[in-house]
């Protein structure tokens, strides 16, 4: 019997797709050359691409030897491609794929803006790749075999304890590993909460609007409970039987208007989860990020029992590590770990052991130091631009997180986010933000103003990105 080409020796070079032409015994060599003069014309094997050796190829394609070695030294001498001793065989740089046809024009999408001001996203540059190499050494060289199987829905142990512990010394959470499940986000977490929670739920009238959607998607119908400079006026939830059974919020900085929740605020929102059977979604979605003061502590503190608490690392590292998590009473955890499947999903086991390395070695904790401090200095620069060139602009809310909002005259929102588009920059109006049925909700609801994200732009670019942004502002 012929030896499989996957336990051949020979077929340990690189894996190539090549389809030949069916065709008799004697064009073999042809048809070869042909695959490959394609594959390097229609930019499949780019140039400097190094092909396998011809004894490898031979044995995957089921060729001769002679037949694939006389392809190649046929391509070197027609110039697609090149051999040097100790290089190997690869594409010519010259050797560039042909542009494809044009077709007839059609409306494309407007030019990438030259400054970006749009909240949520922190600075790609400032990630700790360093640290984050060591701890990812760190956690593949101790990682037991089993990280590298079918994963638990509750996601891995060594990272829920880290959490564990930090979230207690840093947030004031009271929760062990147990109760804590990992997903890939936030808005991983709400999708799973809305399976299992269901139901009507208050949402604060200025929110996320793709977690709105996402809400209606998964069936679940939102009520907006107005906000005001102490944050969600949580005194409007209705009493028991009479209104929605869960109640979403942004307690330590609202998002996106920036008050805090007040003290009497969350006492009584716990009081009204606890006298309704209710449950309170708090979204610690930048609780790391004040600066004025020490951050106050999760109201999911005050009671485990009724509060689940959501965050994940894509404020503070990078949205792109797509982890999460969700500190949960113990009558959800079933339901939840039921609704998210038997298998980990989302986020990857080898990354989540490398957070749990990089939260317990103290490097996340010198990051967020780090970015605090980057991120006041962001925002003290902003303040201070607009006190000298557009003092009747207000900075509202308080100093925390990776965005302000501009308090701007009534009616005057749209003209300036089209003005800032036609200065090159990106920014978002706070109107984009609110509950469509939030209506005139007192000072919480039909305010004008622009959401800024000052974490978003690197160094290099935020000067010119608050120069376009003052040139877009309305006159005094």
Known sequence: MAESWVNSAEGLG???????????????????????????????LAPGTRLPPYRSLAADLGLARNTVADAYAELVAEGWLTARQGSGTRVAQRAAPTAPPQRART??????????????????????????LASARRALTAAPNDAFGPGDPRGRAELRQALAEYLARVRGVRADAGRIVLCSGAAHALRLLARVVGGTWAVEAYGLPFHRALLVEEGVRTVPVGVDEDGARVGDLAGPGSGPGTVLLTPAH????????????????????RATGGLVLEDD?????????????????????HVVLIGSVSKSLSPTLRIG?????????????????????????????????????????????????????????????????APHVCVTGIAAGLHAVLE??????????????????????????????????????GRDGLVVGYSTPA?????????????????A
């Open 408 to 445: 701007l005259p009534p009616g005057t929102e749209r003209a300036v986010v089209r003005a800032a588009a036609w200065q090159g920059l990106a920014v978002e109006g706070l109107s984009d933000y609110r509950h469509p049925d939030s209506g005139g909700t007192g000072r919480g609801g």
């Open 285 to 305: 979605y930048d609780g790391e990020f004040r600066y004025d003061r020490q951050p106050v502590g999760a109201v999911q503190g005050l009671d485990p029992d």
């Open 325 to 389: 998590w969700m500190v949960l009473p113990e009558r959800l955890l079933d339901g939840v770990v039921a609704a998210k499947g038997e298998r980990e999903q989302w986020s990857s086991a080898t990354e989540q052991l490398t957070l749990a390395d990089f939260v317990e070695s103290g490097a996340y904790d010198r990051h967020v130091r780090r970015m605090r401090q980057r991120h006041r200095r962001r925002r003290d620069q902003l303040v201070e631009v607009l006190a000298e060139r």
């Open 107 to 132: 409306p494309t999408r407007a030019a990438r803006p030259t400054y970006d001001l749009v909240q949520g996203r922190p600075d790609p540059s400032a990630f700790p790749r360093s640290a984050w």
């Open 254 to 273: 609202q998002f996106p208007t920036g008050g805090p929740l007040h003290p009497e605020r969350r006492a009584a929102v716990v009081d009204w989860a």
């Open 459 to 475: 160094e290099r670019e935020y000067a010119g990105a608050l120069d376009a942004l003052c040139r877009a502002l309305p006159p």
């Open 14 to 44: 690189s894996d190539l797709h090549l389809e030949l032409e069916k065709a008799g015994s004697g064009s073999r060599r042809a048809a070869l050359m042909r695959a490959l003069r394609e594959a390097i014309r229609g930019g499949r």
